[in-house]
């Protein structure tokens, strides 16, 4: 007997990944939450039957989400981060001793348990000392925070389901009030090759840029997320993650990283031209 | 067949009908949707199928004497009615059924000024004449309230031949006058008691809510089972009780009523009543709870004023329905209709309506504590943004309104369309008003005063949208008297 889990990409593109067995399977009052251990890509997370992560591509999304806004500034000591419940984007700032708090702020408390009883490979540093989670709402969260954080780091779910909050003028809002003044947004943001997620991408663009002075979209190369090609959005009130990127003294400490580097750092801001039109961005 | 308020025998027999695969040779002509494949698509094969017909099995809104009959008398049940009638054509149909039936051309109906435009639609349509009643007025707010007991007092001594008194009750804003002692005050001089309650449904259901029209004794109610009880849009219940003749009520009803009463409308009221019957009180402590709390964090945001029931005198503000949720805009130097274009089209959030001083948002089961967040994080950015101070913002006093003749009269007059200000001293033919909420700023027959046409004027600039005039953009205005 084979077993297969299939998500719908579109409504007609499937993907779908060989089961040997299913680890975890509960509805929360929010979705729907399942890890499934795979032949190919190891475990992996589901929320209402999409892929967040996979235990053999994690390492690309939170290499990218964390590493790009802190090798550009170095100072940075106060993070929040949105969702994430997983715990892969906390474990990488763990790496960084110069972060004093991660405040994590997760509306699904079953994701964090569902996760930390198996999907350890991300959720192992959610113990660690410096870091807070709060089960709440993130758009309430954040409503309620003036000049807190250096960075902010958004790492929801699509904007179709508990995450639509977090892709609205009104939260990048709250989130530029919740930041001081050299702060940094940087937030997942979709991928635009299927058409059914280019307006919502566009519209969570065009609404950064509206909030902030500096807005950029940056990309990666995750092959369990459809299409494969995943954009990430790069917003700050000061720092330039070009011409701010600290190339030396990040690499003086020494991290280990299995996908970012500095010299891929400059590159992931070079889109493809389709991109580039949609986002309505000039060279 | 015995029905109980767990059925729905229009619903029911709805269901039936679809499983007979009865053959069609009957309108309506797209056939259970294979006429017209494209609608088909949209509204979906199951909506198309039950557009259909009266038949025998499905019985008729002219003249119910089966299933529809049936839901009619469960309602009737639900509501502590006498009887209740099914409702197609908006709530605005049934408010008029209440005036047609009550008055004739000539007679008095008393009324406050604020009502909805229905209300004075049907004197047109009937020839009776309003007297009309001041609502209290908040002079913070800028809103008007409910109607004064000792009001209506003077009013009935000074017409004491007036046939019915009207009542909004709750007003758009959730505030209630004192049903019980007006239906008693009217009742004590042969008066029948009215009552618009378009925004009320959920005070049948509810606890902890205001006195809803039957149980404080009126003699008739218009109730909106789609704004705040579940059924689709345009469908509504008329409700009366104690000496009111239902037989007549219908006859009233089919002079303007069609004769074919959309399946779609009325299983949605089936249905809706089944439904708040048996979950009402869950589904209104829920909307309660989301609204309390959005009504704190607005609150506490600061500059905003979302108003409760800490408004209520025991007058013109008797009682206040918690489930509304009414924001107080001025304090941060915006109109309410302006929060209410920002919210649209920079935060994709639609709220029910904004007037001068303020918006509303309507709360119900249907929301998430998602979108409740959403809501409260937009009015705090929009204030962060856009707010400034409290300046330039008009006053808005009641408009005490001069009735040179009846609604009627005016409305049939010749008319001569001048601009707005050389229409000051002049009787106006025409209704002009702020859509929604829809109550009249100006009305047929009533005198057009500088301070009118300041608010016109007012109302245009802040971008309100003016609704009433032949004049689509609003320029000019009718009088009959030139």
Request: with cysteine; hydrophobic share 40%; charged share 25%.
């Amino acid at each position: 007997m084979e077993l297969w889990y299939s998500e719908y990409q579109t409504e007609h593109v499937r993907f779908s990944l060989k089961v040997k067995r299913e680890l975890f399977n509960q509805q929360s009052d929010f979705q729907h939450v399942a890890i499934i251990d795979t032949n190919e890509f190891g475990r992996a997370l589901t929320l209402d039957g999409c892929l967040m992560v996979t235990e053999k591509d994690e390492f690309i999304y939170h290499d990218m989400i964390v590493h790009v806004p802190m090798a550009t500034n170095l100072d940075i000591k106060k993070v929040l981060v949105i969702g994430a419940g997983d715990g892969g984007t906390v474990r990488e700032l763990t790496r960084y001793e110069s972060i004093e708090s991660i405040d994590m702020v997760e509306i699904d408390p079953l994701v964090v348990k569902a996760c930390k009883e198996h999907l350890p490979q991300t959720a192992c540093k959610l113990d660690d000392p410096r870091v807070k989670i709060f089960y709440e709402d993130g758009l309430k969260f954040v409503r309620r925070k003036e000049k807190e954080y250096d960075l902010i780091l958004v790492d929801s779910t699509d904007p179709f389901g508990p995450g639509e909050g977090l892709f609205t003028k009104e939260f990048y809002g709250n989130c530029y009030n919740a930041l001081k003044e050299k702060g940094i947004l940087v937030n997942q943001h979709e991928s635009t090759y299927y058409e059914a997620y280019v307006e919502a991408m566009k519209r969570a663009h065009q609404r950064i840029k509206e909030t902030f002075p500096i807005a950029r979209v940056y990309q990666a190369h995750i092959p369990t997320y459809p299409s494969g090609h995943w954009l990430f959005g790069y917003a700050s009130k000061h720092y330039d993650p070009l011409k701010d990127l600290k190339e030396e003294e990040w690499n003086a400490l020494g991290l280990k990283t299995k996908y970012y580097n500095t010299k891929l750092h400059q590159g992931c801001f070079a889109l493809p031209n389709y991109v580039k039109e949609q986002l309505n961005e000039e060279e | 067949m015995k029905y109980t308020q767990q059925n729905a025998p229009i619903y029911e027999a709805l269901l039936k009908h679809k499983k007979n695969r009865v053959v069609p040779f009957d309108v309506p002509g797209h056939k259970g949707g294979r006429g017209i494949p494209e609608l088909t698509e949209f509204l979906g094969a199951d909506c198309l199928k039950v557009d259909v017909n009266s038949m025998k099995p499905l019985d008729n809104l002219i003249h119910p004497v089966s299933v529809i009959k049936a839901a009619e008398e469960l309602a009737a049940e639900a509501f502590g009615a006498n009887a209740a009638f099914f409702m197609v054509g908006g709530t605005t149909a049934a408010v008029q059924a209440m005036i047609m039936s009550t008055c004739k051309a000539g007679d008095k109906i008393i009324m406050p000024r604020n009502v909805h435009r229905s209300s004075i639609n049907a004197l047109v349509v009937c020839g009776a004449v309003p007297v009309y009643v001041n609502p209290g007025v908040s002079h913070r707010l800028g809103i008007p309230l409910g109607m004064s007991v000792s009001d209506i007092e003077a009013a009935i001594l000074r017409n004491p031949d007036a046939k019915a008194i009207l009542v909004n009750n709750p007003t758009y804003y959730g505030i209630c006058s004192n049903l019980k002692e007006i239906v008693k005050l009217a009742h004590g001089h042969g008066i029948k008691v009215l009552v618009d309650e378009a925004h009320g449904a959920h005070f049948y259901f509810g606890e902890q809510m205001p006195v809803n029209a039957m149980a404080a004794g009126a003699d008739m109610a218009a109730v909106s089972m789609h704004k705040t009880g579940g059924s689709l849009t345009q469908s509504s219940f008329l409700l009366c009780q104690n000496d009111i003749e239902p037989g007549y009520i219908r006859q009233i009803i089919n002079l303007t009523q069609t004769t074919s009463a959309s399946y779609l409308l009325l299983s949605s009221l089936d249905i809706a009543r089944k439904h708040m019957h048996l979950n009402g009180r869950e589904i209104v402590a829920k909307t309660l709870e989301l609204a309390e709390y959005a009504r704190a964090e607005i609150n506490k945001t600061g500059g905003y004023y979302a108003f409760s029931s800490e408004l209520i005198d025991g007058d013109t503000v008797f009682d206040f329905d918690r489930t509304k949720l009414s924001v107080h805009t001025a304090e941060i130097g915006l109109a309410g209709v302006e929060v209410y274009d920002l919210l649209r089209d920079e935060y994709g959030i639609q709220v029910e309506f904004g007037d001068m001083g303020n918006l509303l948002a309507v709360i119900s089961a249907g929301d998430r504590s998602f979108e409740i967040e959403r809501l409260i994080s937009a009015l705090s950015e929009i204030k962060r943004i856009y707010g400034k101070d409290k300046v330039g913002m008009l006053n808005h006093e009641y408009i005490d309104p001069e009735v040179a003749v009846t609604p009627q009269e005016a409305f049939y007059d010749a008319k001569k369309s001048v601009l707005l200000k050389d229409g000051i001293g002049h009787i106006s033919g025409e209704f002009v008003m702020c859509y929604p909420p829809g109550i009249p700023i100006l009305a047929p027959g009533e005198r057009i005063t500088k301070d009118i046409i300041e608010y016109i004027i007012y109302a245009k600039e802040k971008g309100s949208s003016l609704t009433g005039p032949q004049d689509m953009a609003v320029e000019h205005i009718n009088i009959i008297d030139f």
